[in-house]
């Protein structure tokens, strides 16, 4: 099975991988959202995200982001 919203770290992964340069905390959850639902392996309800599961998704790719600067 795919992606859903609750697979918050393999999203904020793919998201840093699509968007290495975008800081996370810059980005406005319309847009958050969007892309989380363009991404290939999402297979979710896009109606089924709330404010919660974004900044879940949110945080765990600024943990990447993060990370790869050192």
Same mark, same amino acid.
């Given at each position: 099975? $795919?992606?859903?919203? *609750?697979? &918050? +770290?393999? #999203?904020? #992964? *793919? @998201?840093?991988?699509?968007?290495? *340069?975008?800081?996370? @905390? $810059?980005?406005?959850?319309?847009?958050?959202?969007? =892309?989380?639902?363009?991404?290939?392996?999402?297979?979710?309800? &896009?109606?089924?995200?709330?404010?919660? #599961?974004?900044?879940? #998704?949110?945080?765990? =790719? @600024? +943990?990447?982001?993060?990370? &790869?600067? $050192?």
């Amino acid at each position: 099975m $795919g992606l859903t919203w *609750q697979d &918050a +770290e393999e #999203i904020g #992964i *793919q @998201l840093f991988e699509k968007f290495p *340069q975008t800081d996370p @905390l $810059g980005v406005r959850f319309t847009d958050l959202h969007r =892309w989380v639902t363009e991404l290939d392996e999402f297979e979710d309800d &896009a109606k089924k995200s709330n404010e919660k #599961i974004l900044e879940a #998704i949110q945080m765990a =790719w @600024l +943990e990447e982001y993060r990370d &790869a600067r $050192g």
